[in-house]
């Protein structure tokens, strides 16, 4: 038998382990998700992106729901890995604060799409929402850092735990507008971030009260 004279050399599929596949159709569907949220996107169209069939994704996932659970999943560690570890260590105070707010700006910068998914809808297995969730966990971290500081200036340390979830807040909500805007740029941002809060903690009144109360 003769080959056609204008047939090119046969390109062999290439063939991924379970794990590449897995991790191939997380990536896919990240970008997907991002875009439209959970309810807006299809199994279809995430076959159709990763250049595979309905039927690979249920092998996989066994659902929309649970291949979105696992994206959120992967980010969620992701940004919280990220943040411990510039919490990780004994600088000071401000530098971890410093840490901290470009360890967030960090991530939204580099995963702009997980941070949008984090934000969105709240996946089967944390109806409370991947976002609250996550920055509690994040609080939680920056807690002891606060009841040290109190503990040091001679204030009650159990307020650290209200003053951690402050924090974390501000940093959150400034990182959520900066998403969009992306401007000033990041190390910009955190300066402005720690020039707020920790010069706010420099005058901490040991016994706050509020005016409208005298």
């Known amino acids: 038998m003769t080959s056609r004279p204008d047939a090119g050399p ?5 063939r991924m382990t379970g794990p590449q596949r897995r991790a191939q159709l997380i990536d896919v569907a990240r970008g997907l998700f991002a875009l439209r949220g959970l309810d807006g996107t ?22 929309k729901e649970a291949l979105y659970t696992q994206v959120v999943d992967v980010e969620f560690h992701i940004l919280l890995r990220g943040v ?19 360890a967030l700006l960090d991530y939204i910068e580099n995963s702009t799409d997980g941070f949008r998914i984090l ?10 929402g991947a976002f609250s969730t996550l920055l509690s966990s994040i609080a939680a971290r920056v ?7 109190f ?18 807040g501000m940093v959150a909500m400034t990182g ?17 971030l720690v020039n707020l809060a920790w010069n706010g903690l420099q005058n901490l009144s040991p016994e706050p009260t509020l005016q409208i109360d005298r």
Do not use: C
Not at 119 to 128: F, K, L, N, V
Not at 178 to 192: G, Q, T, Y
């Open 10 to 14: 046969a390109i062999a599929r290439l």
């Open 84 to 102: 411990s570890t510039a919490l990780a260590g004994s600088v000071g105070s401000r530098e971890l604060l410093e840490r901290a707010a470009l």
């Open 42 to 63: 299809t199994i279809e169209e995430i076959a159709a992106a990763a250049g595979v069939s309905k039927p690979v994704i249920y092998e996989h996932f066994g659902s």
């Open 151 to 168: 503990a040091r200036r001679g204030f009650n340390s159990q307020d650290g735990a209200i003053y951690a979830q402050m924090l974390v």
């Open 119 to 128: 934000m969105r809808d709240a996946p089967p297995s944390q109806p409370e």
């Open 176 to 192: 959520q507008w900066w998403l969009d805007e992306r401007s000033p740029d990041k190390k910009a941002v955190a300066a402005h």
């Open 143 to 149: 807690e002891h850092i606060m009841v040290d500081e």
